[in-house]
């Protein structure tokens, strides 16, 4: 009897060595997942903060018509160069009655678009540098405040208030 006992114990102890192995395996593949997820939303967080145009200041070009537009003038104060602009929203109008604009590059008077320049002229608004944003509106602007908020597909929004010229 004392022998099959000694199997019987020995083969619990291998079993048991078996089993805590499997166990140690999985938890240890459940948590390298876990970090990598973890990284992995901590790297789209930092590339969304790392993104930003910030509103430096706009008005209402009153020159064209028969309707106005705005120009907005943005700096690129994150850390990654901006250069798809479709990717862009842009709400500008009286306060509290802001009217979402695409992007169009041959926006002109009357197409309810938008266009960018950069100061290079390149089509990207690098890291540091400065860009018009001209709203074409499609009617006429009527209000004593006006409202303008950039929100980039990744990014940080900006806002500004300001009045007619």
């Known amino acids: 009897m004392g022998f099959s006992l000694t199997i019987s114990e020995a083969i619990i102890v291998i079993?048991?060595?078996?089993?805590?192995?499997?166990?140690?395996?999985?938890a240890i593949y459940a948590g390298t997942s876990l970090q990598s997820s973890?990284?992995?939303n901590l790297d789209?967080?930092?590339?969304?903060?790392?993104?930003?145009?910030?509103i430096v200041y706009a008005t209402v070009n009153e020159t064209t018509?028969?309707?106005?537009?705005?120009?907005?003038?943005?700096?690129?104060?994150?850390t990654f160069p901006v250069s798809d602009f479709e990717l862009i929203s842009v709400y500008v109008g009286a306060y509290g009655q802001?009217?979402?604009?695409?992007?169009?590059?041959?926006a002109t008077t009357g197409s309810a678009k938008f266009n960018v320049t950069d100061s290079s002229g390149n089509g990207?608004?690098?890291?540091?540098?400065?860009?018009?944003i001209q709203v074409f509106n499609a009617t006429s602007v009527?209000?004593?405040?006006y409202e303008a908020k950039i929100v980039p597909y990744r990014g940080i929004s900006s806002s500004y208030?300001?009045?007619?010229p």
Request: hydrophobic share 40%.
């Open 15 to 26: 079993s048991s060595v078996i089993l805590a192995s499997g166990f140690s395996a999985y």
């Open 38 to 40: 973890i990284m992995q």
């Open 44 to 54: 789209s967080v930092k590339r969304n903060i790392d993104t930003r145009l910030d």
């Open 65 to 78: 018509d028969p309707s106005p537009l705005f120009d907005i003038y943005v700096k690129n104060t994150g």
């Open 98 to 106: 802001a009217t979402l604009y695409t992007y169009d590059s041959g």
């Open 124 to 132: 990207i608004i690098e890291v540091g540098e400065a860009a018009t």
């Open 142 to 145: 009527i209000g004593s405040l």
């Open 161 to 164: 208030l300001f009045t007619p």
